[in-house]
């Protein structure tokens, strides 16, 4: 089965970390441009963070740039979110995506090859 495997969510205090994983099962990232988008509750869907197939171009959303970094490694065919600085607002169940364009994925479309099922974020004391 084709698809995208988020993991490493789970419960931090404001100004802690997470690494977040996205991983491709069934067939290689490397390819494709991936992105990084999330959810809250009543919220719509933001998209956070995206990376070049290759890695060597990024681009970050406002509200997280400085405290993540998006980056790649195509020989384990994954692709993480470092955040830090985590802030109570950054709640969210987080995603990633894959399109053979960076442009169309750094946009947000709907319609990308591969969604991941998500894993959740909660920033709390």
């Known amino acids: 089965q084709l698809q995208l495997v988020e993991s490493g969510g789970g419960l931090v205090q404001p100004g802690g970390s997470l690494r977040l994983s996205c991983a491709g099962s069934?067939?290689?990232?490397?390819?494709?441009?991936i992105g990084w988008f999330r959810q809250a509750p009543g919220k719509e869907r933001e998209r956070v963070s995206c990376?070049?197939?290759?890695?060597?171009?990024?681009n970050y959303a406002g509200s997280v740039k400085g405290r993540f970094t998006i980056s790649r490694d195509n020989a384990k065919n994954t692709v993480y979110l470092q955040m830090n600085s985590l802030k109570v607002d950054d709640t969210a169940n987080y995603y990633c995506?894959?399109?053979?364009?960076?442009?169309?994925?750094?946009?947000?479309?709907?319609?990308?090859?591969?969604w991941g099922k998500g894993t959740l974020v909660t920033v709390s004391s």
């Open positions: 990376i070049s197939s290759s890695g060597d171009r990024t």
């Open positions: 069934g067939f290689t990232l490397d390819s494709y441009a």
């Open positions: 995506a894959a399109h053979p364009s960076l442009v169309y994925v750094c946009r947000g479309g709907s319609a990308m090859d591969y």
